[in-house]
């Protein structure tokens, strides 16, 4: 009940002959349109169809549905790869002698799939025993897309279009329509998939770096278990922590934990979702969170993205065909993390146009040849980011709608405002002034050793822009405007602004790692020592974390509000109801995650509508009715613990039991009422 939806094995089958379909295309793509090592193709390939395959999926959806969408992609793909390798080329041999060439070639590599398959398998089992934080979000969400609610409508307001970066969930949503998954299998096993895909192409990205296997798996496994060192406060003296304490204001689930600073470091972490060992509180973070503990938020898809663009072009001048690759991929970015598109967008931009400047002040002209496939990408990317649907679309199209005064109909859509003074935002310990000495001393423990090396991440990535590396260069200006950007201002839900600061502290740890092995080689014992301390320290609340998560292995969940009844009910009844059939559910994401409808109840994510509470609170039949809904989907205990009135209103002969899992108070019922009036 954890993973597949469906016994039927041609379904599975049928999938994976559309995955070899998708992956063969990227690795063709990949041989044909940029400068790869033989020993980065295979994986590199996979990981560009992989991208591929969602942002055309995702942009074809709306035409073809999900099922079409999803072959029509993994074909396009494949046909685009054989078609560069076809492609008559001067000097070159012919296509099928090319494939033999590369095949031999890269195909030596396959201990790195095999690598990636298992770290898979292993990050699914972890990801299965610990359903944290936005279980709630996602599940119907993946739900919901599988259904056909691509781009994605609110799933808890079918009137609301979604501001939400959702391209891993094109995935998952894959998994649940055409294998056969469960939407918490698919989910678990998506994100599973990116944090591996992560490790994996950061150790390829490290290895041409170092070339050394040594440096490429300390560096891929900082890559993924670098962060924050809350823990460190530890070490304080009890007076000096106390005096900290009193000066930070605990928030969130830091709040849960306890009632100041000083108490929650030596205490277990509230939560819900969590294993058989709770998880420390000093280890966890609220600004920096490794790579590896993405586990409720919206994955690892985005580090996974931007290692694979400095394998494809960090360093290589983009040919025609990369450039409508790289733009393909950008766009993926774009609505899997709008924030960091956006000033990647803005950085590579701004890198370019410095290029151009100074060869105009230098007399000399301008490389157009290089420049113009990186603007070909960007325009790509801009325009795909406004139409394919995300935040950026819905934003957009709110704009508009309020530049020609119609109200916008948008969920998850906030304002900014100015902030002043100067702060940085933790998830745990709230907002952490710049000027108040105090705070100021928890946000660098909070963020740790990664933030000294922002001058070394700086300084390459102006060495890449004098040698036109411009996606390095790019990659530089967005980490230094993503710790400046949450700095002053502040947004309607503040916490999100804390991907600014972890984003930028991840791309000074992946910028900063050649000038940080070549300190290393160079120096003296001392400065040795002292680079191991901070390696240490870095990666060390990971490695606490990642601990944590392994002794749950054995202890599988499906979510923290979904239990096997529910899994039972989903098996028979996802997508089967009536399209358009809303389900009213005292707990509203678990009918929208178990039957694939999407049903009115909210304003926004945590904001229920006024007039679905009064119906939570009276739920006559009835009225639920002509409210809109035709289902309701509950346990027997909450339809025993109604008032009489309303328990003899359920056993009117207008509602009827659809279906009923388990006995006693867990049992879980659905009920028809659409011939209550």
Not at 197 to 220: F, I, P, Q
Not at 255 to 275: K, Y
Not at 597 to 608: E, G, L, M, W
Request: with cysteine; net charge positive; aromatic share 12%.
């Amino acid at each position: 009940m954890l993973w597949l939806r469906s016994s039927n094995p041609l379904d599975l089958s049928l999938y994976l002959l559309l995955m070899c379909a998708w992956a063969a295309g990227g690795w063709l793509i990949a041989g044909a349109a940029f400068k790869l090592r033989s020993g980065e193709r295979l994986v590199a390939g996979l990981a560009l169809g992989w991208v591929l395959w969602i942002t055309l999926a995702n942009l074809l959806a709306p035409l073809l549905g999900l099922p079409g969408a999803s072959w029509g992609a993994a074909l396009l793909l494949l046909a685009a790869g054989l078609g560069l390798l076809f492609w008559p080329r001067p000097g070159s041999p012919g296509g099928l002698r090319r494939l033999g060439q590369l095949a031999h070639e890269d195909f030596s590599s396959w201990p790195q799939l095999a690598a990636l398959l298992v770290l898979t398998a292993f990050f699914a089992q972890l990801e299965r025993s610990q359903p944290l934080f936005d279980d709630y979000l996602h599940l119907p969400l993946v739900s919901t897309m599988a259904a056909g609610n691509i781009p994605p409508h609110f799933y808890l307001n079918p009137s609301l279009d979604f501001a939400y970066h959702y391209a891993l969930q094109v995935w998952a949503a894959s998994l649940v329509r055409l294998a056969g998954f469960f939407p918490w299998g698919a989910w678990h096993l998506s994100k599973a998939f990116a944090i591996a895909l992560t490790l994996s192409l950061g150790w390829l990205w490290a290895r041409r770096l170092t070339n050394k296997v040594v440096g490429a798996a300390l560096g891929s496994f900082l890559f993924v278990f670098g962060g924050g060192t809350r823990y460190l406060l530890l070490l304080l003296p009890g007076s000096i922590l106390n005096r900290l304490s009193a000066h930070v204001q605990l928030i969130n689930t830091g709040l849960d934990t306890a009632p100041n600073l000083a108490a929650a470091l030596i205490r277990p972490w509230v939560i819900d979702g969590g294993g058989p060992i709770p998880f420390p509180f000093a280890y966890h973070n609220g600004v920096f969170t490794p790579v590896m503990f993405i586990l409720g938020s919206t994955g690892a898809l985005p580090f996974a993205t931007i290692l694979l663009l400095l394998l494809l072009c960090g360093r290589s001048r983009l040919s025609w065909t990369g450039a409508i690759a790289s733009g393909l991929v950008l766009a993926n970015l774009a609505f899997s993390a709008e924030h960091l598109f956006a000033l990647l967008w803005a950085g590579v931009a701004l890198a370019l146009a410095i290029y151009v400047l100074r060869r105009r002040l230098s007399r000399a002209r301008p490389g157009w040849a290089e420049i113009l496939p990186w603007l070909a990408a960007l325009a790509l990317s801009a325009l795909l980011s406004l139409v394919q649907g995300g935040f950026i679309t819905v934003a957009a199209q709110s704009l508009l709608a309020s530049l020609e005064g119609v109200a916008a109909h948008s969920g998850n859509l906030y304002g900014f405002a100015l902030r002043w003074p100067p702060a940085l935002y933790s998830a745990h310990l709230g907002i952490l002034s710049l000027v108040d000495p105090y705070q100021l001393v928890v946000l660098l423990f909070e963020i740790g050793p990664a933030l000294l090396l922002a001058p070394l991440a700086t300084y390459f990535a102006w060495r890449s822009l004098k040698r036109g590396a411009w996606l390095t260069a790019g990659l530089g200006v967005a980490a230094l405007l993503s710790i400046l950007f949450p700095m002053f201002v502040a947004y309607g839900v503040d916490r999100s602004t804390t991907r600014f600061p972890g984003t930028a502290l991840w791309l000074w740890l992946v910028l900063a790692l050649p000038l940080v092995l070549r300190i290393y080689r160079k120096g003296n014992r001392l400065a040795q020592a002292g680079l191991a301390a901070g390696y240490g320290a870095v990666v060390f609340a990971g490695v606490v974390l990642f601990a944590v998560q392994v002794v749950a292995i054995p202890a599988p969940q499906i979510s923290t509000y979904l239990d096997r009844e529910d899994a039972v009910m989903s098996a028979q009844y996802w997508n089967r109801l009536p399209a358009g059939a809303q389900v009213f559910d005292p707990v509203p994401s678990r009918a929208v995650a178990v039957f694939g409808r999407i049903s009115t109840a909210n304003q926004s994510i945590y904001v229920p509508l006024e007039a679905w509470q009064k119906l939570a609170a009276d739920p006559d039949p009835a009225a639920l009715q002509r409210y809109g809904f035709s289902y309701v989907y509950t346990s027997q205990g909450w339809l025993d613990g109604l008032s009489p009135e309303l328990r003899e209103a359920f056993r009117q002969g207008c509602v009827s039991v659809v279906q009923q899992v388990g006995s006693g108070a867990e049992a879980r019922v659905l009920l028809d009422i659409r011939n209550c009036r």
